[in-house]
């Protein structure tokens, strides 16, 4: 559709933090995404890579209500909102 080379991979580092998914753009990386069942605290190693890579983490939670921001450019969001975005 002409909007550009997307990828979704998934991210490590040597130190074992890691993240589920990390979408890239044009070899570019653009947000990271962590999936849990139950509320939770934000994921340490989404706020590193986040903090670290300059993009948003958004931790996706099937048990959750509300959205909520967090320093860092860091989102919690429940699944059900966010499967509605993605259509």
């Given at each position: 559709m002409g909007l550009g080379v997307f990828e979704v991979m998934y991210i490590r580092d040597k130190e074992k933090r890691e993240v589920d998914f990390?979408?890239?753009?044009?070899?570019?990386?653009?947000?990271?995404?962590?999936?849990?069942?139950?509320d939770s605290e934000i994921s340490p190693s989404g706020r590193y890579f986040g903090k670290r890579?300059?993009?948003?983490?958004?931790?996706?939670v099937h048990?959750?209500?509300?959205?909520?921001?967090?320093?860092?450019?860091?989102f919690k969001i429940p699944a059900s909102k966010f499967l509605m975005l993605t259509g």
């Open positions: 990390i979408l890239i753009k044009n070899n570019r990386p653009m947000a990271l995404f962590e999936s849990k069942e139950g890579l300059g993009i948003p983490f958004y931790q996706i048990r959750f209500e509300k959205c909520e921001a967090f320093p860092d450019n860091c």
